[in-house]
């Protein structure tokens, strides 16, 4: 399986809401990734994890809240979205000792209204 | 982490050979090239990773010179499907080092004709 799953595929949220993205994968990959994608931008790395750590965070804003509660799951967590935060989010993994083979899931279209 | 540069676009027609530069003069001892294809709303894909010399798989081909401060990824007889965005990735795989997130230049948007 070399499959990295994202849902939903979609989702429109209220700047007040709350809601979750999720990422699974079953490589046995233990480095996962968040990146965050504007229209004709390249993907921008937001969180890495590695051994379901956090060791990298690009210096996210805190409405972003990721989690990694085991070795396939990848969660992000928003909360107060502005409307600049809408983008296609994409999830990755790869093993941690070849961090430049990725492999990316479809990604979640989000709309922050 | 090296800096890479590609061309912005390029145009080619269906069954041709397409070659596309990247240059990367700062690259380290360690780096790896790495090259990743990416459709409109989808995830980029890995599509092949080399060191030196040439590196070939069934997808494309990885041509690297012996200063490797450039690297050439062709494609072969190339079809529509083939549009997309291809972005050159510098940086130090396998160096034990842990994961690390990748740094994405600006790509080159390849369109295929008919």
């Not at chain 2, 060191?51 to 010179?65: G, R």
Request: hydrophobic content about 30%; glycine content about 6%.
């Amino acid at each position: 399986d070399t499959e990295v799953t994202q849902t939903p595929k979609h989702l429109v949220m209220g700047m007040t809401n709350k809601k979750s993205l999720k990422c699974e994968q079953h490589m046995g990959h233990r480095a996962m990734y968040w990146y965050k994608q504007k229209a004709k931008k390249p993907p921008e790395l937001m969180f890495v994890y590695s051994y379901e750590k956090l060791s990298i965070n690009e210096s996210v804003p805190s409405r972003f809240s990721p989690e990694c509660p085991n070795s396939s799951l990848l969660n992000l967590h928003l909360h107060a979205l502005q409307p600049e935060d809408s983008a296609l989010y994409l999830c990755a993994s790869s093993p941690p000792w070849a961090p430049y083979e990725q492999y990316f899931g479809p990604g979640t279209r989000l709309t922050v209204t | 982490l090296a800096k890479t540069t590609q061309p912005i676009s390029m145009d080619s027609y269906e069954g041709q050979e397409v070659n596309i530069t990247c240059s990367h003069n700062n690259i380290a001892t360690n780096d790896y090239i790495t090259w990743y294809q990416q459709f409109p709303s989808q995830g980029p894909r890995f599509i092949i990773q080399g060191y030196k010399t040439k590196v070939t798989n069934e997808v494309a081909s990885l041509f690297i010179p012996a200063d490797r401060k450039s690297s050439t990824l062709s494609l072969p007889r190339v079809s529509l499907s083939d549009t997309a965005v291809y972005y050159c990735l510098v940086g130090g795989a396998y160096s034990g080092g842990g994961a690390d997130g990748l740094t994405f230049g600006k790509g080159t948007h390849l369109i295929i004709q008919p």
